[in-house]
């Protein structure tokens, strides 16, 4: 490795390029910060580019858009002729709409808004030391190829996902129900060439139990498979599987997800191949787009300035430092193969939504650290709630703003004018915060 060069500076400095990350750096950049995204993997993206074409889910509570980065995104794709994206109601219970889109294309467009925006993205980029002096981050080591350099900002905003910036800064958190035990990860992917009308009979179950009961019986599909949950994607003769989970992987270890991966990389085949040999329109169908990685749901929930509880979901709360409007039920994916199945109980009454309080993303004591998206201080029933891209897209927007804030008032993030930033961010076209309803 070579020696330390020269530091680099940046006013804002974002970890993890997915929907939270992309939006943050987006939202800073706007705001005439000089903003660097570090991401470790080659490309942008987070779950949109390790789970291609993972539908946008929780857009719409109670039928209206989040709005914000979100609806400017999906704005785009829907304008564009043709059309690269569609608004469509989602098979599940208790979800509302969920927008399903060419996944190659919007990858392209978001790294398009990064550019227009002025976002320097470094990809293959991987912090691997983050230097803590008193209660503020002096900068952050990063390793390429070439060797370690270190990086360094007014503000930095972790939206790793897993809270590694947060946890590497001594940020406490949890991780886990009471056994330590996580939702499970998933290997998505795409079949092509499948016959809809025969795929989707009307009234069809969108978990096909009756074909896995079947799969599993005759030792065609894992017995952690008594559901088989896929659904028609963008493209006419698509569909999309969101059903290969695996169990006991832990997301903020590389070597657990590659083990997982591995597993699931053998049920997708395997899935594959009953799909094609037992379930009607799948006859002339191929496997696509299986995931890169494993898609890991949950990981560390570091504390903040508040922790969001399953109590203020229930109470349809909006609380005044409100930066997001959610109404997503809590959706739970099994934790160990006992029970194996998914489960979306509604979270809230039926018409109601609550909002995701900036505090959830400040942590107490660093003053120039804000986390945002999946990583945020809620505790864990709230936590499978909340956790939507268009959710995430929002929260990572407000922690953009409020870092330029911080940046430009020369305070730390805990002192941000929580009041003011709820205004911008309704200027900025989000729905449903600072006294305004859905
Ligand atoms: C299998 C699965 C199914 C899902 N289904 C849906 C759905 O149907 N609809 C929906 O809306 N949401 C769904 N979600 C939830 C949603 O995708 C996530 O909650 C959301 O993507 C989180 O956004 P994020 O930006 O916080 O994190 P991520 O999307 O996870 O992005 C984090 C980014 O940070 C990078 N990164 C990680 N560690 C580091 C590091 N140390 N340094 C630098 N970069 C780092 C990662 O490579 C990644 O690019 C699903 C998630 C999974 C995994």
Redesign the pocket.
């Given at each position: 490795m070579r020696p330390y060069r020269d530091v680099h500076q940046a006013d804002v400095l974002v970890?993890?390029?997915?929907?939270?990350?992309i939006a943050a750096a987006v939202a800073a950049a706007r705001r005439r910060q000089t903003v660097r995204l570090?991401?470790?993997?080659s490309v942008?993206?987070?779950?949109?580019?390790?789970?291609p074409g993972?539908?946008?889910?929780?857009?719409y509570p109670c039928g209206t858009s989040v709005g914000g980065f979100f609806e400017e995104f999906v704005g785009r794709l829907f304008d564009h002729d043709p059309p690269l994206a569609e608004r469509r109601a989602c098979d599940l219970e208790n979800f509302g709409d969920?927008v399903v889109y060419d996944h190659e294309y919007a990858l392209s467009l978001l790294y398009d808004m990064l550019r227009e925006a002025g976002v320097e993205v470094l990809a293959n980029?991987?912090?691997c030391r983050v230097e803590v002096t008193g209660d503020e981050i002096v900068h952050v080591d990063v390793a390429t190829t070439r060797g370690v350099e270190p990086f360094s900002a007014g503000v930095y905003v972790d939206?790793?996902?897993?809270g590694?910036?947060a946890a590497a800064a001594g940020v406490p958190s949890q991780m886990g129900d009471d056994e330590g035990r996580m939702m499970g990860?998933?290997l998505?992917f795409f079949m092509l060439g499948v016959d809809w009308d025969r795929a989707f009979p009307p009234g069809f179950d969108p978990y096909f139990t009756q074909y896995a009961e079947r799969g599993i019986a005759a030792g065609r599909l894992p017995r952690t498979m008594p559901q088989i949950y896929l659904l028609k994607g963008f493209r006419e003769g698509t569909v999309f599987f969101?059903t290969v989970?695996v169990t006991g992987v832990d997301g903020t270890d590389p070597r657990s997800v590659a083990k997982g991966a591995q597993v699931a990389r053998r049920y997708v085949m395997q899935l594959a191949r009953f799909c094609r040999e037992e379930m009607p329109g799948f006859e002339h169908s191929h496997v696509a787009d299986i995931g890169p990685s494993l898609?890991?749901?949950e990981t560390r929930r570091p504390e903040g300035l508040y922790r969001l509880t399953a109590a203020d979901i229930t109470a349809a709360t909006k609380f005044e430092d409100g930066v997001v409007a959610c109404d997503s039920p809590l959706d739970e994916v099994f934790r160990d193969d006992s029970s194996s199945v998914y489960s979306h109980e509604a979270a809230l009454p039926k018409g109601e939504y609550y909002t995701i309080p900036f505090r959830t993303l400040v942590p107490r004591k660093i003053k120039n650290l804000l986390f945002?998206?999946?990583?945020r201080s809620v505790d864990l029933k709230a936590y499978a709630s909340g956790?939507?891209?268009?959710q995430?897209m929002v929260m990572?927007q407000s922690a953009g703003v409020g870092a330029a804030m911080a940046n430009e008032e020369r305070c730390t993030v805990q002192q941000i004018d929580r009041a003011r930033l709820v205004r911008e961010l309704v200027r900025e076209g989000v729905n449903g915060i600072g006294g305004g309803r859905l």
């Open positions: 970890f993890g390029a997915g929907p939270a990350g570090i991401e470790l993997q942008v993206g987070g779950v949109m580019s390790c789970c993972m539908m946008l889910g929780s857009g969920e980029h991987l912090p939206c790793t996902g897993n590694d910036i990860a998933t998505t969101n989970t898609g890991v749901r945002a998206g999946r990583a956790r939507g891209m268009p995430c990572g």
